[in-house]
C-alpha cells in the first residue's frame, strides 16, 4: 500500500477501543496495513458472525480483554502500553438496546470514554488521542440544516445523552488536565461525530443492510415497512478516513488541540430506505424483497444532518464515495461471504480497501496523496 496519512501510522503503537466491533475491525486492519502494532480493549467479540474473527483478528494482535467501565483496570492498560495514538469506540452502539438498558448504555459510553481520559492523563509519552461519539451527540431540533460542531449537545434517547455525556467528559478532562501551553503538553484530544454507517462485516442486531443480507443468504423474504425513512448512508471506510485523517494532523499541528469535527456524507447520500433496498438488490440477485407503501404517511423524527465544512476547511477532508459505490461495496462483501464462507475474507476486506484508498487518490482526497 502506497504512503497514506503521511506516514503518521508506520512503526507506531495505537490502541483501538472496540476493535472486536464493526468500526473497530476495519480500522485495525487498515492500521496493520500501515505499518502501526495495534493492541485493542473490548468486552468481547459482540457478534456471531464477526468479522474480528472471520478476518483472525485475534491472532495479529494484543486484546486486553477489559469492561470499559473498569475504573482500575482501563486507565492502567493504556497507560502500560503507552500509545503514540488512541482512537476509543469502544460503545454500546445502539439507540434501541439503550432503551432497554439506559444506566448500563450511560455508564459504558460515558464513564467508558472518562477511563480512557484517565489512562490518558497517566501517560509520559507523546500521544494523540480521537475520541469519537456520535452524530446523536446533538440535541435534535428538528431542523432543515446540517448541525455544526459548536451546535447544543443533548439527547432525548439514553443512547443519544450517553454520547452527549461523553462529549462534556471528554471536553471537561481536556480543559482540566490538558490544557496549558503546548510545550508543556504530552497528550493531543480530538473528538468525531459521524451518523450511520454501513458496510460488510457489520452484524449488529436491527442494522438494515446486515438484515438484508442475511435474509437474501437464506432466501427469506425482507419486507420493508418505512421506505420512506430517510438517513445518511456513508460507508464504514469514510469516517474511519476521517479519524485516521485528524490523528495524523492532529500529531502534528497543536491548534488542532481540543477541537471536535463532523465526518458525514454528501447531502445527496441522504436517501430513503427504498433507494438503498433498490441498490442492495442489484447486488444480490434473486432478493426476495416487498417493499409496503401503506404506512408511507407516518410522520418521522427530524432527519440529524450533518454539516461538514468544518472537516473540509481545517483537514480538506471530503467523503470519497457516492451513494450507489457505497451501496454496491456493502453488498459485494456480504455476497462474498455468504457465497464462499469466511476463508479468504481478510484478503477480500483489505481488497476493498485498497480499492477505496486509490479512489481516495484519484479523486484527490489529500490524506490518500501523501
Ligand atoms: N455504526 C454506526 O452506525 C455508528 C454511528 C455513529 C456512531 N457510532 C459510534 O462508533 C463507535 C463504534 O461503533 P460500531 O458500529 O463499531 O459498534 P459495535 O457495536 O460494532 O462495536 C462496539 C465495540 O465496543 C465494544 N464494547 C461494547 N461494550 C463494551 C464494554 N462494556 N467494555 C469494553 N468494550 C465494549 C464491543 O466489544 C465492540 O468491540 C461507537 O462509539 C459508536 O457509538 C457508530
Redesign the pocket.
Known sequence: MTAMFNNAFDQKKVLVT???????TWMTLWLQQMGATVVG????V?TEPSHFEAAGLGESMTTHW????DTDAVPAAVADEKPDFVFH?????LVKASYDDPVGTYS?NAI?SANVMEGLRRLDNQCTAIM?T??KCYENVETYYGYREDDRLGGADPYSASKAAAELIVSSHTRSFFGGDDADRNVRIGVTR????VGGGDW?ADRLVPDVARAWSQGENVTIRRPQATRPWQHVLEPISGYLHLGAELAQRPELHGEAFNFGPPAEAVNPVRDVVVALKHHLPGLDLTIDESQAHFHEAGLLKLCCDKALSHLSWTPVLDFDETMQMSAEWFARYYNDGPDGIRAYTEGQLAQYTSLAAERGLVWAKN
Open positions: 472496540g476493535h472486536t466491533g464493526f468500526k473497530g480493549i473490548s468486552d468481547k459482540p477489559l469492561d470499559i467501565r469506540m469502544a460503545a454500546q452502539a459504558v467508558g469519537i456520535s452524530d459521524a451518523g450511520n454507517v449488529a
